[in-house]
């Protein structure tokens, strides 16, 4: 009878730690990604950075990519807004003083 009872403790967190917040962020996702239209400059997987030029359909957009360049490809591949995804210039110029120490160092 304990044995279940553990079973069941474990399943309950198994729950809470792994399915509930996975789920969370893919609605956080799906959510971003259906807010996104024209002009909204995006990075993907890949790590292309480009601008929505328009929405074909609810899977389907076309991104210029620039000079001109209009590629078609699917929506989820869409990590964020390109603003989100720069890093701070404190924390590239504090890296690059890290890289220079550790050069000077060998």
Known sequence: MM??????VLGV???????????????????ML????????IVTQGGLIGTIDKVISDHEIQVDIGNGIKVS?????????????????SKVANDDKKNKKDKSAK
């Open 3 to 8: 044995n279940i009872g553990m079973l069941l």
């Open 13 to 31: 967190l198994f729950y809470l730690l792994m399915i509930r917040p996975q789920q969370k962020r893919f609605k956080e996702h799906a959510n």
């Open 34 to 41: 259906q807010a996104m239209g024209p002009g909204v400059k």
């Open 73 to 89: 490809m699917m929506r989820s591949y869409i990590i964020g807004r390109y603003e989100d995804n720069i890093p701070s210039s």
